[in-house]
């Protein structure tokens, strides 16, 4: 066996990076990306699923009593970005890094997450100003910071999925958002999207 086998046998092994890819990912890359290109993948899984549903389960039962979840866009479309990120992320870690150098651009990231944070704002102000039931805390959290997630994330994944994916991930990426988009459009004609409001409706009292 010659070194190059050897040195790759034992990295598949050890699960680690070497030292020199390491240096190479520190002065290559820049800010989330960084995350992306080391971390294994059900890390970011793991992050999510943190940061999504179970963060919006556990605020729901602490603060209004009742950890509901009826609105189809969450509930099944939201599963459907997530993997579309996960998709991008997977052909991030499968593709030369050279390629998508020119999205590697600190300031560019910096510009995009303020943008995020601005319609996450936005969208919250337009919760608001519809004069619907008060404001919960969950409300609050997925605006501010749900919504730029999903925001930046795709920000930053898409580029890589339409310069680099196979034909049919593009295709399976535009298919899981136009279905998430079309079940947002559903939960609006159904009123499913003032969960609370859809829930009185039915019947149900809250405790908190």
Sequence with gaps: LNETTIFTWRKMR????????????????????????????????????ILGPCAIFAGRLLFEGVPYQVSSAAAVGDSGLLVSILLGVTIFQREKSERFEWIFN????????????????????????????????????????????????????????????????????GLLIGIWAALVVADLKSGRFDQRIWLEDKGLVYTN
């Design 14 to 49: 050890d699960n680690k990076l070497s030292r020199l890819e390491i240096d190479h990912i520190d002065s290559f890359y820049t800010g989330v990306y960084i995350i992306l290109k080391i971390f294994p993948i059900w890390c970011i899984v793991l992050l999510f699923l």
């Design 106 to 173: 600190g300031y560019r990231q910096i510009m995009f997450a303020v943008i995020c944070g601005v319609a996450g704002t936005l969208f919250l102000s337009l919760r608001v100003l519809s004069q619907k039931p008060e404001i919960q805390a969950t409300d609050l959290y997925h605006d501010v910071c749900i919504v730029p997630l999903f925001l930046f994330s795709f920000a930053i994944i898409l580029p890589i999925i339409f310069s680099a994916g196979l034909i049919y991930e593009r295709i399976v990426v």
